[in-house]
Structure formats: C-alpha cells, structure tokens
C-alpha cells in the first residue's frame, strides 16, 4: 500500500462525522426518540452497545402491561393517554398490531393507596375503571382467589405492548426516515466543548449539536462524566413463564397488578402457548449494570409460588422459564426526564423505576419537542431533577 493510500485511509479514521443530535442508547426510550426526530427532519446517530431488542438491560421478556388509570399517581395520566395515541399511530405505521387490549385487573385491599389512585384516576378522566367486588372478581375470572378485602378495579381499554416488535419497527422507520443505528459501539466518553458535544466509542468519536442520554441503568455513570449525580439505583429483577391451565388463556384471562401485603406482582395472560407471564414489582437487591446477574433462582420462584398460591389458588403452575432485567430506581419512583442543568444541550429520560416502557412512545416525543426547543406536548413538571 503506498502512503498516499494509507494517508487517506488515517485521515477517514480520524474524520469526527457530524449530527444534529447523537442519542446514546438506542433501547427503549432511546430508539422512540431516534425515530421521532429522524421523522422531524433531524440528522440523528443512535449508538448502542449492543443491538436492540436485546436482553441485556431493561426491555427484554416480550412484554409489558399498559394501563392508564394509574395506581402510581394521577400525574401519569394524560401521559400514558398522550402514549396510547402515539402506540396506535405507530400501529398505522407499521401496520401490525403492537397494543392488545385484554383488560387490566388492578386488585388489593379498598385502603390500598395504589387501588385508591386507581379509581380517581379513573373517575376523573373517565377511564371506564369497573369496580369490582372480591367475591365478583372471583366469579368472573375462575382461578382468582381474592380474600373478601380486596376489590377489583378492573380497566378494560388497558392491556400490553409487544416489545420485540415496537423496537425492531422504531428501527426500520427511524430507518427509513435517514436516521444512522450503530450497534455493538458503547460509548466510553462524552465531552462539551464550546457548545458543542463531543462522543468517543472504543472506534470512532462523533461530534453534534445536541445529545440525549436514554442508556438506562447505565445512564447515571455518562452523566456524572458531565458532573451531574443522579439519584438513581440499579436493581436486579426477576419474571417467568409457567405452564397453566386452559382459564389463564389470554381469551379468557386479563394482564394484572396486585398490591399485596406479600408485595405487588404483576402479570400477563398465557399469551400464543408461551405461558402465564408473572413478576414482582417491589423489592430487588441493588446491582451494577456491568456485573453478571445473578440467574433466576429457587428463592425467586419460591416468591412467586407464595403469590399464586394465596390469589390464584386455584389453578395448577409447573415454572416453564425464569429470567432476570434491571429497574433503575429513582427515590419516589418516578422518572427523570430533563437538561443538563449546566448543558443545555445535554437532554435525558432515565430512572423510569419498573413502569417506564408503556410512556416510550410519548418520552420519544417529549425527548424530540426538547432537542427543536418546542413546547411540549405533555407537562414534564412533574418529572424535572429538581424535585428531589
Ligand atoms: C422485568 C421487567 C418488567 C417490566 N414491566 C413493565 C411493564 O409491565 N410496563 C411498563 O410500562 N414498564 C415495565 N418495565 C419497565 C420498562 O421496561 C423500562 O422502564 C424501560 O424498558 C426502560 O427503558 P430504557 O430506554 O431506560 O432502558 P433500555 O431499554 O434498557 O435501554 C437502554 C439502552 O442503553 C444502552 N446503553 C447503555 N449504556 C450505553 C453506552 N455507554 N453506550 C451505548 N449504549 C448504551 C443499552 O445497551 C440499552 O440498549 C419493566 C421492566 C422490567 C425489567
């Protein structure tokens, strides 16, 4: 090779390409964002370190429960309303089902500040929440075993969202609309320098305009290189499938979420044969997302055994697969979603602590009205790092 040649391929490798926006983390909120301002025109790079869908951080089981009339708080409200209405328009998009409406069973007892948030949420906004004796809920899904405390708020606009399918399709359109993916490039420093944002993986560096930092548990480590501490913590979590009987089947059985005095699980039907999906929410031993987790275990079964035994006592489980995730816990479990406040060029969405997946949708939105310095669509008062 001569050195005319070799000179030319050493300045390309240095060569910093250029963008509007880099996102580092191409998950879940990181790839809606992606999309939404590819859509808008924006000349956008997604890094990720791996290839998602992936089940490396916080996406992965097929999954995740949707519902609006919000046990966590009436703040989340038109959130979750503003979500649904971007889910459907991605349907349209892409022309396959991403949102299925089983119904969601909120139980526990009447007193439960879940349940109570539950019902006014649903009042106030006119969510068609049915409130459901323990004797009615019992009747009329056989295989629930709610003691006579407990009610029933049952929503049945509510359901799931598929997960694998709404990552790939943000891809393919993002895509579509010019946006650059790169996977398998963690990005190891980021840097301001006069305005403008500086990123290096272990290949390239990347330079933009603006930056938005949607890496999950992984965030709060890129941020503290920007001198922002973040009060969040990474836990380990854990769901499986188990075999069941013919009444779990999702024609006959809605998603779920209890709060107990045992904890609060949640769940899904058996959904095409692949099993009655069931988690719990609250709880996790605190981890480091680089670490290997610690796999699916008997104690972690055990938990869930206790569970079923006590409010679905009768119908048979054999555990089909158990499998670990992380939540990134914020202190009141609420997300963050904000600017640097000494970079304002610097945007992100983390701590989404166990519930975030059903708002991507509208974070993406959210994330994009903030890079082109719009008004936003949804009030994000009730999720800036001031707070805490
Ligand atoms: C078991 C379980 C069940 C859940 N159930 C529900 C539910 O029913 N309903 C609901 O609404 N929510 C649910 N959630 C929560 C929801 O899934 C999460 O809130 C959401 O997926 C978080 O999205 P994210 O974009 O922050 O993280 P992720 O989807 O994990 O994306 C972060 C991405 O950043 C990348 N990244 C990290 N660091 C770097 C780096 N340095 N360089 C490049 N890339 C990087 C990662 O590879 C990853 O792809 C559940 C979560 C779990 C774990």
Partial sequence: MDAFVMLVISIAEVKIMTYDCIIIGAGTMGMSAGYQLAKKGQNVLMLDSYHPPHVHGSHHGETRIIRYAYGEGEAYVPFALRAKKLWRDLEQELGQDILVETGVLNSGPYSSPFIQNVLKSGSKYALGVEELSADQVNKRWAGLTLPD????AFEKEAGYLLTDSILNGYKKLAGSYGAKFAGGQRVQKVQ?????VHVKTQEKMYEAKKLIITAGAWGSELLAQLGLQLPITVIRKTFAWLDADVIFQESMFPCFSFDTDIGTYYGFPDINGAGLKIGRHDTGAPIHPDHKRE???NDDAEELQHFLSRYMGKGSFRL??????MYSMTPDEDFIVDHHPDYPEVMFALG???HGFKFASAVGE???EMVLEKELTVDMTPFRLSRF
Wanted: proline fraction near 4%; include cysteine; charged fraction near 20%.
């Fill in 149 to 152: 405390d407990f009610i029933g």
């Fill in 192 to 196: 301001i320098k006069q305005g403008n």
């Fill in 295 to 297: 796999p699916f275990q």
């Fill in 320 to 325: 089909r697969e158990g499998k670990t995730c």
């Fill in 352 to 354: 989404f602590s166990g």
């Fill in 366 to 368: 959210t994330l994009s």
